[in-house]
Protein backbone atom coordinates (compact mmCIF):
# COMPACT_ATOMS: atom_id res chain seq x y z
CA UNK A 1 0.00 0.00 0.00
CA UNK A 2 1.21 3.46 -0.68
CA UNK A 3 1.81 5.61 2.12
CA UNK A 4 0.13 8.85 2.51
CA UNK A 5 2.91 11.29 2.16
CA UNK A 6 6.57 9.72 0.56
CA UNK A 7 5.15 7.81 -2.32
CA UNK A 8 7.43 4.51 -0.44
CA UNK A 9 5.64 1.45 -0.45
CA UNK A 10 4.91 0.99 3.15
CA UNK A 11 2.38 -0.20 5.10
CA UNK A 12 3.80 0.49 9.47
CA UNK A 13 3.45 3.24 11.62
CA UNK A 14 6.56 4.51 11.23
CA UNK A 15 6.69 5.35 7.53
CA UNK A 16 3.49 7.17 7.49
CA UNK A 17 0.95 4.87 7.84
CA UNK A 18 -1.76 4.08 10.36
CA UNK A 19 -2.06 1.31 12.86
CA UNK A 20 -5.37 -0.30 15.23
CA UNK A 21 -5.44 -2.17 17.87
CA UNK A 22 -6.99 -5.90 17.30
CA UNK A 23 -9.17 -7.34 19.46
CA UNK A 24 -7.14 -11.13 19.53
CA UNK A 25 -10.34 -12.78 20.48
CA UNK A 26 -11.90 -12.60 17.50
CA UNK A 27 -9.75 -10.34 14.96
CA UNK A 28 -11.99 -6.57 14.62
CA UNK A 29 -10.20 -3.53 15.14
CA UNK A 30 -11.95 -2.19 18.06
CA UNK A 31 -11.00 1.53 18.78
CA UNK A 32 -10.06 4.31 16.51
CA UNK A 33 -6.54 3.72 13.99
CA UNK A 34 -3.66 6.12 14.41
CA UNK A 35 -0.71 7.55 12.55
CA UNK A 36 2.57 9.09 14.51
CA UNK A 37 0.88 12.88 15.07
CA UNK A 38 -1.96 10.77 16.80
CA UNK A 39 -4.47 11.81 14.49
CA UNK A 40 -7.28 8.77 14.88
CA UNK A 41 -9.03 7.35 11.54
CA UNK A 42 -12.39 5.84 12.15
CA UNK A 43 -12.61 5.87 7.79
CA UNK A 44 -9.19 4.59 6.07
CA UNK A 45 -7.18 8.08 5.00
CA UNK A 46 -6.92 6.99 1.91
CA UNK A 47 -9.76 4.08 1.22
CA UNK A 48 -12.14 5.67 3.26
CA UNK A 49 -13.38 2.60 4.18
CA UNK A 50 -14.68 1.80 8.07
CA UNK A 51 -11.68 0.60 10.04
CA UNK A 52 -13.33 0.55 13.85
CA UNK A 53 -15.29 -2.96 13.74
CA UNK A 54 -13.41 -4.20 10.90
CA UNK A 55 -12.85 -7.94 10.85
CA UNK A 56 -9.48 -9.04 9.60
CA UNK A 57 -10.12 -12.21 6.99
CA UNK A 58 -8.49 -15.47 7.73
CA UNK A 59 -7.94 -14.23 11.76
CA UNK A 60 -8.16 -17.62 13.34
CA UNK A 61 -5.75 -19.14 10.50
CA UNK A 62 -3.00 -15.56 11.65
CA UNK A 63 -3.19 -16.96 15.29
CA UNK A 64 -2.79 -20.67 14.16
CA UNK A 65 0.19 -19.80 12.11
CA UNK A 66 1.47 -17.36 15.13
CA UNK A 67 1.17 -19.93 17.73
CA UNK A 68 2.34 -22.52 16.11
CA UNK A 69 5.85 -20.68 14.92
CA UNK A 70 6.21 -19.35 18.35
CA UNK A 71 7.09 -22.64 19.48
CA UNK A 72 9.84 -23.04 17.40
CA UNK A 73 11.89 -21.32 19.72
CA UNK A 74 10.19 -22.29 22.93
CA UNK A 75 12.69 -19.47 24.81
CA UNK A 76 11.59 -16.78 23.13
CA UNK A 77 8.71 -15.72 24.85
CA UNK A 78 7.81 -12.06 23.15
CA UNK A 79 7.74 -11.38 19.60
CA UNK A 80 5.88 -9.16 17.36
CA UNK A 81 4.77 -10.62 14.17
CA UNK A 82 4.76 -8.99 11.09
CA UNK A 83 1.67 -11.09 9.15
CA UNK A 84 0.65 -10.80 5.71
CA UNK A 85 -2.84 -12.05 4.91
CA UNK A 86 -3.51 -13.97 1.26
CA UNK A 87 -6.13 -15.06 -0.39
CA UNK A 88 -7.12 -18.26 0.89
CA UNK A 89 -3.67 -18.47 3.59
CA UNK A 90 -1.36 -16.32 5.78
CA UNK A 91 2.92 -15.58 5.55
CA UNK A 92 4.95 -14.79 8.15
CA UNK A 93 7.02 -12.16 6.82
CA UNK A 94 9.01 -11.53 10.52
CA UNK A 95 9.73 -11.88 13.93
CA UNK A 96 10.63 -8.99 16.02
CA UNK A 97 12.35 -9.55 18.97
CA UNK A 98 11.54 -6.06 20.10
CA UNK A 99 8.57 -5.16 18.66
CA UNK A 100 7.91 -1.33 20.34
CA UNK A 101 6.05 -1.89 23.44
CA UNK A 102 5.04 1.84 22.62
CA UNK A 103 3.34 1.04 19.76
CA UNK A 104 1.21 -1.83 21.23
CA UNK A 105 0.07 0.59 23.67
CA UNK A 106 -0.49 3.36 21.23
CA UNK A 107 -2.55 1.67 19.42
CA UNK A 108 -5.10 0.24 22.23
CA UNK A 109 -4.84 3.78 23.63
CA UNK A 110 -4.62 2.09 27.15
CA UNK A 111 -1.62 1.05 29.30
CA UNK A 112 -1.04 -2.88 28.92
CA UNK A 113 1.88 -3.56 31.18
CA UNK A 114 -0.26 -6.07 32.84
CA UNK A 115 -1.55 -7.81 29.91
CA UNK A 116 2.06 -7.52 28.61
CA UNK A 117 3.75 -8.75 31.64
CA UNK A 118 1.26 -12.15 32.32
CA UNK A 119 1.66 -12.82 28.39
CA UNK A 120 5.55 -13.20 29.09
CA UNK A 121 5.32 -14.87 32.04
CA UNK A 122 2.48 -17.44 30.98
CA UNK A 123 0.00 -16.56 33.40
Not at 24 to 45: A, E, L, Q
Request: glycine residues 8%; negative net charge; proline residues 2%.
Amino acid sequence: MKDRGSGAIVDNLHSNGVCGHIDIRNGIIDVSCIDMKFTKYVYHPSTHKKLVGFEITLWSLVVEKVKETALVVPEVQYIGWDVAILKNSVALIEGNHDPGHDVVQMIAQNGLCGDITRIVQNK
